[in-house]
T-cell receptor, first 113, second 116 residues
């Protein structure tokens, strides 16, 4: 299956700092989702994006669907210790061919109190 | 809403035996369910997509005879790992999608399979 590239692979930041991560693909995606996964658990949906250029917020999280439809960005403002975890993007190529998603390589976030 | 459960949460089995993992959508009807596997510190790899009442669609490289998927109802899908081997040890996660008008997937908590 397809795989999306996320960067950075890992981040170590101080509590209170803002975080930015992105996800890129070589092909066009019609939908982007961002998830957070804690160790030993399933991913939890954070934000869903459906239109190119769309900017959506969920509390301190903001995500954008890139204009080219080949990338997406997630920002976390004023990070707190519970933001620690692995963040995955997921993209859907074409809903007409099935609604499966493909996941990014993940960004591991560590917040230092 | 949108709660997905998996059972068991972890299982240890001997090489050569088969293991069944259940995935249930608890508060919604899932027209589509997905099965993923995840190795430590790696991403989720889609194994197959299953729609209620029809055969699952497997991703390239996934052996359908080894990973049997059944989606018997709108709230239940099962994955059976047949003749398990140590290399099948992994974290298996299912997700469920509400319907055709939304593409959001909700994940179960995962099942840790260890084959000895």
């Amino acid at each position: 299956g397809q795989q999306l590239n996320q960067s950075p692979q890992s981040m170590f930041i101080q509590e209170g700092e803002d975080v930015s991560m992105n996800c890129t693909s070589s092909s066009i995606f019609n939908t982007w989702l961002w998830y957070k996964q804690d160790p030993g658990e399933g991913p939890v949906l954070l934000i869903a994006l459906y239109k190119a250029g769309e900017l959506t917020s969920n509390g301190r999280l903001t995500a954008q669907f890139g204009i080219t439809r080949k990338d997406s960005f997630l920002n976390i403002s004023a990070s707190i210790p519970s933001d620690v975890g692995i963040y995955f993007c997921a993209g859907q190529p074409d809903p007409n061919t099935g609604n499966q998603f493909y996941f990014g390589t993940g960004t591991s976030l560590t917040v230092i109190p | 809403g949108a709660v997905v459960s998996q059972h068991p949460s972890w299982v240890i089995c001997k090489s050569g035996t088969s293991v069944k993992i259940e995935c249930r959508s608890l508060d919604f009807q899932a027209t589509t369910m997905f099965w993923y596997r995840q190795f430590p510190k790696q991403s989720l790899m889609l194994m197959a997509t299953s729609n209620e009442g029809s055969k699952a669609t497997y991703e390239q490289g996934v052996e359908k005879d080894k990973f049997l998927i059944n989606h018997a109802s709108l709230t239940l899908s099962t994955l059976t790992v047949t003749s398990a081997h140590p290399e099948d040890s992994s974290f298996y996660i299912c997700s469920a999608s509400r319907g055709h008008s939304t593409y959001e997937q909700y994940f179960g908590p995962g099942t840790r399979l260890t084959v000895t």
